[in-house]
């Protein structure tokens, strides 16, 4: 099908000019980072001096993201697996309708989530302040994103049987759950994680009003350095930020086409 | 035993989500029911309402369009480097608004590209970031890479007999864009505009960084609620702003199969 129609030269001078208009702007915020001087260009020479500056800076929200996507992931992988399972077994009308219920939260925007979790629980100082409030939001926000992907694998036929058979040969819950279903999703239990974790460290829009001066992830650090900084220090920033979630997105798509060339799709 | 295993799950997101949501929702209450229609009844809100609303509307119609294009020329031409050209243009999915927000201030700001060639050429410091022009490039960068996604993904399944009987019959480039590529695309149209639409309404990264001059919705709640600690004002925005994001979107799920919003 890719051979015999004529592509359009309209079609193609579009494709061109896009890619410019999303690519120029990453490259332009990693040189600019490694200049002396922005507005003078790369004849300023370069320099790792804006580099040092974000280390010294904003080093810790880098591993304050880090952690907390990590803890988001752990998290979910207790809540949502065994969650999963239950919602793809389950057939009554409650599981349905809390399945839908749980991803408002992607729905609605985060602005609103946030100002419901400060509203409820601004006032309990210990947790307000600390990196938990952080965590508590970017997992409700992440949550359906676990549940769906590995509810999905649980439903799907050849496991009912494999898991019926087992039942029926006398194994107990905590056994299928272990060695039959947990390895059978464990693709998507993945990608789910992938997923989780990606969003996690580049959330924003929640963690802006949920953060404290001391409870500061990578986002709201650049956002902190884009108002505050020279714009080569926010470009530096923006460099680390692609340097932590680029290796992230490309393990992404490669445990993807793995599952694809186990399960097939 | 389903029980015990919901039951972790069930109380983490009433606890964190339901409740929390429940109280947000009420909130308004206190002040009166005509709090609840405050976005209506109030001009500056009002204002902030109907800005949002053009913008995610123009940057919708121009990223089905600009995208939908791309999509079938990226899902139906061979060269080298396609896989790698696709996985960067989508890329910027997983970028948080405000380092787009930042893009165009490296592009249009004050110290911007653009502005210092503008200012080499002598035609003044041109700077486009921070009013409506920079809202919408902005808006239109985070929403094409979705767009280029599913219509790459849905151009690549379309059946192109129907283009090349269509064509040898002697219709015109028109006549099979109108006739075949615009009915074969609708649902993946339909899906992807709902969501491009209900990112654009609830944006507040970008936004932010760009402090604009041009005041959409999520950053007039952000104010209410942080410099003016107006919380039933905010709670009262949020819930309208929910509401057209979370109707929007349960639209665009009877057209998608995306796992998520699907």
Redesign the interface.
């Known amino acids: ?2 051979s ?2 004529r ?2 030269p ?3 001078l ?2 061109i000019l ?2 410019l ?3 120029c ?2 490259l ?2 990693i040189t ?1 980072g490694l200049e002396e001087n ?2 003078k260009g790369w004849k300023s020479g370069f320099t790792l001096r804006w580099l040092r500056d974000v280390w010294s800076n904003y080093g810790n929200t880098v591993t304050a993201s880090i952690a907390i996507a990590l803890c988001c992931v752990i998290g979910n992988v ?3 697996v ?2 999963a ?3 793809a ?2 057939k009554s009308k409650l ?1 349905i309708w ?1 399945e839908e ?13 946030a ?3 400060i ?3 601004g006032q309990v100082r210990e947790f307000r302040q600390s990196f938990a409030f952080v965590l ?1 939001g970017h ?2 926000f992440t ?3 676990m ?3 590995v509810a ?1 694998s649980f439903r799907r036929q050849e496991l009912i049987a494999l898991e019926e058979a087992s039942a029926t040969l006398g194994a107990g ?1 905590i056994e299928r759950f272990f060695s039959i279903l947990v390895p059978a999703a464990l693709p998507a239990i993945l990608s789910g994680s992938l997923m989780v974790f ?2 996690s460290i ?4 929640l963690t ?2 949920l953060h404290t001066p001391l409870t500061r992830t990578l ?1 709201v650090g ?2 902190d350095s ?2 505050s900084m020279r ?1 080569e220090i ?2 530096a920033y ?1 460099m680390v ?1 692609f340097i932590v ?2 290796p992230l ?1 490309w393990l992404m ?1 490669f445990v993807a086409s793995l599952a694809d060339k186990k399960y097939g799709t | 035993m389903l029980l015990v295993c919901i039951a972790p799950v069930v109380t983490f997101f009433c606890a964190f989500w339901l409740l929390p949501i429940a109280r947000l929702l009420a909130l308004p209450a206190e002040k009166g029911w005509e709090m609840y229609f405050v976005v209506l009844t109030n001009s500056k809100y009002l204002m902030s309402l109907l800005n949002t609303l053009l913008l995610s509307v123009l940057v919708t119609l121009l990223t089905l369009i600009v995208g939908g294009g791309v999509g079938i020329f990226l899902a139906r031409t061979e060269f080298l480097g396609r896989r790698l050209l696709i996985s960067l243009l989508t890329l910027p999915l997983s970028f948080p608004g405000v380092i787009v927000g930042f893009f165009i201030i490296l592009l249009g700001g004050r110290q911007g590209t653009i502005a210092n060639f503008a200012d080499d050429m002598g035609w003044g410091r041109w700077t486009f970031a921070y009013g409506f022009l920079g809202l919408f490039l902005a808006y239109l960068y985070f929403s094409l890479p979705r767009a280029i996604s599913s219509y790459t993904a849905a151009a690549e399944s379309m059946n192109s007999s129907l283009e090349e009987v269509a064509r040898s019959l002697g219709a015109s480039r028109l006549q099979v864009i109108r006739d075949v590529w615009i009915p074969e695309l609708a649902p993946a149209t339909l899906a992807c505009g709902a969501i491009v639409f209900a990112t654009a309404m609830g944006a507040f990264g970008t936004a932010f960084t760009l402090a604009s001059k041009f005041e959409v919705l999520p950053i007039s709640i952000y104010n209410e609620f942080t410099n003016y600690a107006n919380f039933s004002l905010a709670a009262s925005l949020s819930i309208a702003l929910g509401l057209v994001t979370s109707l929007t979107l349960a639209l665009a799920r009877r057209w998608s199969n995306d796992p998520v919003i699907g």
């Open positions: 099908m890719k015999n129609i592509q359009s309209i079609l193609l579009l494709t896009v890619s208009f999303i690519i702007p990453a332009l915020s600019s922005y507005s207790l809540l949502g065994t969650g399972y239950a919602l077994r389950s599981s809390f219920l749980l991803t408002l939260p992607v729905a609605v925007p985060g602005l609103a989530t100002l419901a979790l509203l409820a629980y508590v997992m409700i949550l359906p994103f549940v769906r992907t999905a819950f990606t969003l580049g959330e924003f829009n802006w009003m986002p650049l956002a884009y108002a714009i926010g470009s923006t930020f979630v680029l997105l798509q």
